[in-house]
């Protein structure tokens, strides 16, 4: 199987040709280092946009899995969100023993506001490609990323 070093700092190890894991680790790099700006931990970061753009992903073990996240760590993230002010839990309203996140009004306020930085983060960084390219890239990202979640259900 044919090799190649990633030209990352540190400790460089052999990644297969083809594999996109690098890439991976990178865009996510990258995106971590735009929302630095907003000084907001990547996992408080990424489940107040679940509950922004997700409304029906609204109790703690919903959003730990949308997030990606232990049910255990979600616990804290709720604490700190709240501690910002950001959420708030509430009664279930059928079932006492649950739990309903809800974004407060400065968490809205600061969700939108990092949606619309990613999205034009984005959409600057796509321009480099061109109009027709930019598509293709869409296109074929999610085509690789239903072939990834097709493999996880069948090895589930």
Request: charged share 25%; net charge positive.
């Amino acid at each position: 199987m044919k090799t190649k070093r990633t030209s990352t700092a540190g400790h460089a190890r052999p990644q297969p040709a083809q594999s996109l894991l690098p890439l991976w680790l990178r865009m996510g790099r990258e995106y971590n280092c735009r929302l630095q700006q907003w000084q907001l931990p990547i996992n408080l970061t990424i489940p107040l946009l679940k509950l922004h753009l997700h409304a029906d992903v609204s109790e703690p073990a919903a959003l730990a899995e949308a997030s990606s996240l232990p049910r255990q760590t979600m616990t804290f993230v709720l604490d700190a969100l709240e501690k910002r002010e950001l959420a708030y839990r509430t009664p279930h309203p059928n079932d006492r023993r649950r739990k309903i996140i809800q974004l407060s009004p400065k968490g809205r306020k600061l969700a939108t506001a990092l949606y619309k930085e990613l999205l034009a983060f984005e959409a600057a960084a796509l321009q480099s490609l061109g109009e027709t390219a930019a598509p293709m890239l869409h296109q074929l990202v999610a085509r690789f990323t239903d072939a990834l979640a097709a493999e996880n259900r069948r090895h589930a």
